[in-house]
């Protein structure tokens, strides 16, 4: 007897043309990940009948759903469509910011050792949270929401993979932090996640979504700094606006510049609950900047 392992499991995706349908012949581009969610649920409906024997009668199941997270390791080039489905937006001369442009994707895990597909059409990237701390490897995890999924022990006939990307991830040594404009070096971590705000659209005589409905893009975050003035505190008191700009460099020099135009703190409490060091969290969230023209810019620097 043959039991699926993750150390055989892969990934791959392929861009769709319309929504909900892999294109005729895809090319799949496979995802480089550390683990995934992604899975098909279900809502249960259940009899609602009294009887004297107290028993339930019956039970169906109802409306299906299919979401949940890729983990990955940010390297350079890898997920460049997906950051791109997330913010909305399209690389133009390597800048990529916030917009209204709606993508979708046929993603297909691949179990090799018993040969099995799982399949999900109308996947799209609903959320995008990036994470930075030290002495770690940097790390970016895509929440997906699906339109369906199926199951099939074959190849889609005509379909091609390509090779997944060979670039190093990032790590949280060869990177430079900028606050305000300014170099700052106390933070301990910096977490940024995007939410699209995505909510299934059930109508009768379907168990499936129609395609989500999407909200605003709201990018928020935490940033968490040894307590040494009181710079950031007064920043969060006196409601100051400010900036975060994060640019993180792999071993061969390509680069990713993460840039928050304006932000404001929404805390900044510097509690002690040991004798060491104290540290700030300082939550923020990210406003639309009139210069830029967005909340969150990414620019990429190939070598």
């Known amino acids: 007897m043959t039991i699926a392992t993750g150390s055989r499991h892969s990934m791959a995706y392929v861009a769709e043309v319309t929504y909900g349908t892999t294109p005729a012949t895809p090319v799949f581009k496979p995802i480089r990940h ?5 899975g098909l649920s279900k809502d249960s409906i259940q009899s609602e009948e009294i009887r004297s024997d107290r028993q339930i009668s019956d039970l169906r199941h109802g409306n299906k759903s299919s979401s949940g997270d890729i983990n990955t390791e940010i390297s350079y080039g890898s997920f460049d469509d997906f950051l791109e489905a997330g913010l909305g937006g399209t690389w133009t ?7 209204v442009e709606r993508r979708s994707f046929t993603v297909e895990r691949f179990f090799s050792d018993i040969t099995l597909y799982n399949r999900f059409t109308g996947a799209e990237v609903n959320t995008i949270g990036i994470s930075v701390a030290p002495n770690t490897i940097s790390s970016v995890t895509f929440g997906m929401m699906a339109q369906g999924m199926d199951v099939s022990e074959s190849l889609i006939v005509g379909a091609t993979y390509d090779s997944p990307t060979t670039t190093s991830p990032f790590d949280s040594f060869t990177c430079t932090l900028l606050e305000g404009g300014v170099g700052i070096n106390v933070v301990t971590a910096l977490d940024i996640n995007l939410d699209n705000g995505q909510e299934t659209t059930f109508v009768l005589c379907s168990d499936e979504t129609l395609r989500p409905s999407i909200g605003r893009s709201n990018v928020t975050g935490s940033m968490s700094v040894y307590f040494e003035n009181k710079t950031l505190l ?4 006196n409601e100051t606006e400010s900036s975060i700009n994060l640019t993180i460099e792999d071993p061969a020099g390509n680069q990713y510049e993460i840039l928050l135009p304006r932000i404001k703190y929404n805390s900044g409490q510097p509690d002690v609950t040991a ?6 969290t300082m939550d923020f969230q990210a406003l639309l900047d009139s210069v ?7 620019t990429r620097t190939p070598v």
């Open 234 to 237: 007064e920043k969060f008191i």
């Open 275 to 280: 004798e060491g060091p104290i540290t700030l």
């Open 93 to 99: 001369t390597n800048v990529l910011k916030a917009g």
């Open 34 to 38: 550390t683990g995934t969610t992604l």
């Open 292 to 298: 830029t023209g967005t909340n969150i810019q990414i």
